[in-house]
């Protein structure tokens, strides 16, 4: 006897326990085989790009705080630093180094979060991703003393920093500095060899290097299809020339691989953070800035390494006090784009880790 | 070794006073230790991912269940307006009476159960087994695709596991010449973890998956399909299933702490202490392998099932029997050491053999 089977659809989300947000993917599935995949987003759209061309390049900076909202401090920099280069806006160095501090310790924060709910995604109930919050918890008490904010941190200036760290704060840090790597370890110990986590993410979820590339993939997902390319490498910004880190790359471009890339990551953040610290000079951490800016007419590309990839922001300029084209590149918009050659043929439980693997912010996607 | 005197088997006094009096405790015991368990899970998970666990309701937060029950009952019933209406309401009964019936074989102590059936095992594997069609019912009348993919993996798994399950107690079994579980508790002067090292494994893996609790909960798996076949239920039918999820694990836990861990026997402290001692013990290994690892794929957990376990159970199950049969006396010790010996070669040598891969369908 032959049972008559047929492709059902699926709606996932756009309210689902691991779709990270307001994602939603229309799937076709076969029992539980994946056989076809359409994202949909905009579900979280609230219009930032439009509504930035209406406030001045300062009042823009908070903004780019609700992005990625897991990596506010990299999306500041982002934008001030494409400020500064419109409008040629020098930087003092103390501040350039708190920068890299700073966007160093939220990429340890959006890691640490992008691993435990990973895990999360795989089944391990809850315990990796309490554990990677126990020790973002740390990070943010360190971005509340110098922010005063745990989430939206509001903390770069055009022209440098908002605020001179406070006394308290290199203490706090160094004490961080010296446990974390203590911490990755034992983390990395307890699952990294476990064997439903490798047979759950190894060979799952393949991105080929040639696609990672023609997609425009960046960041830790186009690092574990083997291309060593890294912002602070390729065009270095800020003071990371003076800093010495390695790119950690991987070479399938499975969801292990992205796992992988991504714990190595924290190790080079906690050792550029180390290195920062120790050649932070003192100093200014501001540059005088005029309060009403009239940058010069022309248009500027400013991009860094933000924890999800290369987060580059667009601006043209009319000479007014506002942004005449305000445009982000959200590098989790981008990733995003494989997912349906990554996802196809797969079970549904893959179509979860796979897409968890990704990491992506829905506030940066939809914007 | 015990110096409690075993209950004659009318305890305590008539057929009709013995049954109604043991309706009523197995009830009491079922939903009293579910609430515990429920509130000893919640705090042991608490402890493990570093953080409290509930302690606001009562000492300890010890009443935290009793303020979710009333939450539960308190909730609207929503039936959905498309689902197969009876099917929906019937399918909570059926996943939780059979859980209760189980109960009734079970010795809390020498004789202190409710029918001494003397094919004790084989009915508590029978009328285990039928918990599934209450969660396919489930599956089916929400009319909700989640659901019914946790209902669909639900089925595949419990029929499998159902498998090795079975060849590891034969293992027992054969050792203790019984299929009563009194008898199986009294011959063990020597706790049978120990002579079936392998069987407990096994038995611990499939009893696992039948209860559906991590690694193998993908019938609920919360990060892939919401929350499997119970996606619609709200209200005291989905109180039924969470009462049938925890009592299932204690079942196990009981029918591991009979079969394996010498049930009631322990001396110097009452025999019904120590059977909860043993129980709550093993149901601490339960949810503690429940926050270490990570979920098994619905393919793999197959392949777990049919490649690893059943092959695994058949040796078990032929050494076994040529133990008995060659040594019907033998001395303990040199058995022990051979079966952990066999134990762990075996394992280590098929783990090598077997993956748990599966991969990409190509379309």
Redesign the interface.
Known sequence: MVIKTEP?V?NIGPA???THGVFRMRTT?DG??V?DLQPVFGYLHRGIEKLAEERTYTQNIPFTDRLDYLASMSNNLAYVMAVEKLASIPVPERAEYLRVIMAELQRLASHLIAVGSF?????????PI??MI?EREKILDLFEMVSGQRLTYNYMRIGGVSQDIPQEFLPALHKFVEEMPGFIDEYDQL?AE????L??SK?VGILPREQAINISASGPVLRASGVKWDIRKADPYSVYDRLEFEIPTGSVGDCYDRYRVRVEEMRQSVRIIKQATEQLPSGEVRSPVPQRLHPPVGEVYGHIEAPKGELGFYLVSDNSIAPYRFHTRAPSLMNLTALRDMI?????????IIFGSIDICMGEVDR | MNSFAPLPPDWPGGYWLHWGVFVIIILAFVLLTVMIFLWYERRG?GR????LGPNRAGPLGLFQSVADAVKILTKEDIVPAKGDKIVFWLAPAVAFVPVLLVFAVIPFQDGAMLADLNVGILYVVAVSSISVIGIFMAGWGSNN??SL?GAM?TVAQVVSYEIPLGLAIIGVVLISGSLSLTEIVAAQNIPFILFQPLGFLIFLMASLAEINR??F??ME??????AGFHTEYSGMKYGMFYLAEYAEALVVSAIIATLFLGGWRGGVLPPVLWFLIKVFGVFFLIFWI???????????IMGFAWKFLLPLALINMFITGIEVVLLPDGLPWPIIFLNIAIAVILVVVWSRFF?????????
């Open positions: 059902f699926l689902h326990p691991s599935l539980e085989v056989v895990l999360n995604d795989c089944g391990a109930f809850m315990t309490l554990y126990r699952l476990n064997e439903i986590l047979a759950r060979g196809v043929g797969w079970k549904l439980a893959d179509l979860i | 998970l493990i991912q570093a953080r695709k989640y993919i993996r991590a690694p909960d993908v798996a919360d990060s892939e399909i919401v429940r926050s270490t690892v990570p979920r098994v794929r619905i393919d793999q993956k748990l891969g599966g991969g990409r369908v190509e379309a």
